[in-house]
């Protein structure tokens, strides 16, 4: 993600996203115990309750892969109510990602996923709506490619908590 995505993302929506690397928690966080405690990820903590996932999404997406905006409600409605994140992991070729706060693709907004890319959706922006337009074709890292003979095309796993 470039910076101004960066800074759209961190003003509107309680989102942590890193590139290339999975920052995590390595401290004890819990924001059902206390929302300070974590000096690792405290924007996370504070916003974001944690989770324990039980379900992982896998989507392959050839490069004329699409998906159109929707919320993600197919978690339990407790899951769903406390805000419990999803946390989505790109690898593979770069995809335009759309995010709003209504099915209106023309007011949604982009930022590129790139492979690496982690994203949280949680808390106030657990029902977002979001998709993608389109995979960027050939944008694959040379060493992923090389490392693992990946086909072409987008791989998103999303960890979520029934
Ligand atoms: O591929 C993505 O980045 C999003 C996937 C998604 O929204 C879903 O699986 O519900
Ligand atoms: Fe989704």
């Not at 004329?64 to 339990?76: A, F, R």
């Not at 590129?112 to 944008?139: C, M, P, Q």
């Amino acid at each position: 993600m470039n910076d101004v995505s960066r800074k759209e993302l961190g003003s509107d929506y309680p989102l942590v996203w890193t590139n290339t690397s999975i920052r995590w928690c390595t401290s004890p966080c819990d924001t059902r115990n206390s929302q300070d405690n974590c000096s690792s990820c405290k924007f996370y903590c504070k916003r974001v309750p944690q989770i324990d996932p039980d379900i992982c999404i896998v989507n392959y997406y050839t490069n004329s892969g699409k998906l159109g905006l929707h919320q993600d409600k197919d978690e339990s409605k407790s899951s769903i109510n406390q805000g419990l994140a999803f946390i989505s992991i790109s690898i593979g070729d770069t995809a335009e990602f759309m995010f709003g706060d209504t099915r209106d693709k023309g007011k949604a907004t982009k930022i590129d996923l790139e492979s690496g890319d982690v994203l949280i959706l949680g808390g106030e922006s657990r029902l977002l709506f979001h998709g993608i337009s389109h995979v960027k074709t050939n944008t694959t890292p040379t060493w992923l490619k090389e490392a693992t003979g990946l086909r072409p095309g987008r791989i998103n796993l999303t960890f979520r908590q029934y």
